[in-house]
């Protein structure tokens, strides 16, 4: 096959092997190759490029990594989450159809973390879920919910959010804490390692701070363990970490943004990545902490802006919001994740776990592809079960509440159009099925190259197709957990 002859499927399954091998994001992969980001999604909805456009793919592909600036354009950009994710890994040319043949990846290769290009990197599939689900809104009402049941002290109501994501829940809990407490001041500490989430966690903060001026609010990278404590573990790597404080002047939301946005630079230094070794996981290439507030409040908050090195982890809640992988143990989740979470919580303080728990229609779309599986291994039973265990002997301190399915298990839902899906729809849209198939996989935490797989037919697409009709609709299950730490231990 010539490089003129290509067909879009042919040629869409070249990138995903090259994303994935170079570890790419498939929109940077896009604008480099031909300047164009959204290049590799109208590929996928079924889009075709002329034979000229092809060459320049297949060209790009071919070209060795320093003849195409990639390094480059990280170190300036630091655009997006995939690709400084897998910083470190050393870039291949994708083969073409005829060298898969030839020369098939090896399974040592396959299996390797930094090749490991899970589902949680791929930002076009995190995105269309957060804005085609009503998840961050249900969740967020839920954890709400909490407000009443904590017990604030002086200086602050003090928060942890463990995974800000696209700061939605954060942003949204902020709005429901003034309702609650209009006069008391808070403090908010949000822990992410994507850049990408950090910037949109900051475009949504500019409204709150003009909302509820008394707020503190700080972002870090640091591990579950260390970012409490706004801390490193390690003395040698907490003397590197880059603590930026910005007072933030003016009197409205437009004036907090223009500053914000300026610190565009420092996040796009700081806030790198890379992929662990051992577990192929994101970690932090720098320890960093960014400490936002207003500086006409800065004398009203002398008491709650942290002071660097003398901070302590007090928390009246704390957010743990889909913050492990559901295909990861119960002992896992509760040492790794959990158990240093709740050891933060002030006497009388909340921690509410939310996760996803299946047995819904998203998880017949998936079993329809994939009969055998089944990725969401631990109920919240499981993950109580190991958190006291990891706990050991401060486990009596904490109450550990499972509560009944009816009022821990709740859904939410894909937004559809009326009268979109019923059973007398002859057809459905084919970005309806496409989204309900990338929220149904994503949920389930399927991995690129399964998905690669599984869409070189049609069938994925008449599984969704019956779901979607048999249920009216799409809509998935989660269910939360407390753990609360008893008041005067």
């Not at 959204?38 to 070209?63: C, I």
């Not at 390094?71 to 073409?96: E, F, I, L, N």
């Not at 996803?356 to 039973?381: M, T, Y």
């Not at 149904?440 to 037919?457: F, P």
């Amino acid at each position: 096959m010539s490089l003129g002859e290509i067909d879009s499927g042919s040629l869409l399954q070249d990138i995903r092997d090259y994303c994935q091998s170079s570890g790419m994001a498939e929109s940077t992969f896009g604008r480099l190759a031909v300047n164009d980001g959204k290049l590799v999604s109208r590929l996928r909805y079924g889009g075709r490029v002329t034979p000229e456009t092809a060459d320049r793919l297949l060209a790009f592909m071919n070209q060795p990594p320093p003849a195409r600036g990639l390094a480059k354009s990280r170190q300036k950009s630091g655009d997006g989450p995939a690709p400084v994710r897998h910083a470190d890994t050393q870039p291949q040319p994708a083969p073409s159809g005829a060298q898969k043949q030839a020369a098939p990846r090896s399974k040592d290769t396959a299996g390797h973390p930094k090749q490991n290009f899970r589902f949680f990197d791929n930002r076009q599939k995190y995105l269309m879920f957060v804005n085609t689900c009503s998840e961050k809104r249900v969740i967020a009402e839920r954890i709400s919910q909490e407000l009443g049941f904590i017990h604030p002290r002086p200086p602050a109501i003090r928060v942890f959010d463990a995974g800000v994501g696209d700061g939605t829940i954060m942003s949204r809990l902020m709005r429901a804490m003034h309702q609650r407490f209009e006069t008391l001041p808070f403090y908010f500490v949000g822990k992410e390692i994507s850049l990408e989430d950090v910037r949109l966690t900051l475009e949504k903060i500019p409204d709150r701070f003009n909302e509820h001026p008394a707020t503190v609010v700080i972002l870090t990278n640091l591990y579950y363990s260390e970012a409490p404590l706004l801390l490193p573990s390690s003395a040698s790597v907490a003397a590197q970490v880059v603590w930026h404080e910005v007072a933030l002047s003016g009197r409205s939301a437009a004036e907090y943004e223009q500053q914000i946005n300026d610190l565009e630079p420092f996040l796009a230094q700081h806030w790198r990545a890379k992929v662990s070794e051992k577990t192929g996981n994101p970690i932090y290439e720098r320890p960093t902490v960014l400490v936002l507030y207003l500086e006409s409040h800065r004398f009203l908050l002398d008491q709650v802006i942290p002071k660097r090195g003398a901070i302590t982890a007090d928390y009246d809640l704390i957010v743990a919001s889909q913050p492990y992988r559901a295909r990861a143990s119960a002992a896992f989740k509760a040492r790794k994740v959990l158990a240093p979470l709740v050891q933060s919580l002030a006497p009388g303080g909340r921690l509410i776990g939310i996760h996803s728990c299946g047995d819904d229609p998203a998880l017949e779309i998936v079993q329809g592809v994939w009969p055998n599986e089944s990725p969401f291994k631990n109920s919240r039973h499981d993950i109580l079960r190991e958190t006291k265990a990891a706990l050991g002997s401060s486990a009596r301190r904490y109450n550990f509440n499972a509560y009944s399915d009816d009022r821990s298990k709740f859904r939410y839902q894909m937004y559809t159009l009326p009268n979109e899906i019923d059973a007398e729809t002859t057809s459905i849209g084919t970005s309806t099925l496409l989204a309900a198939w990338n929220n149904a996989t994503y949920v389930a935490q399927i991995e690129d190259n399964r998905l690669s797989e599984a869409m070189s037919n049609s069938k994925y697409l008449d599984v969704t197709k019956d779901v979607l009709k048999q249920h009216n609709g799409l809509w998935f299950n989660d269910e939360y957990y407390v753990i609360s730490r008893k008041r005067g231990i």
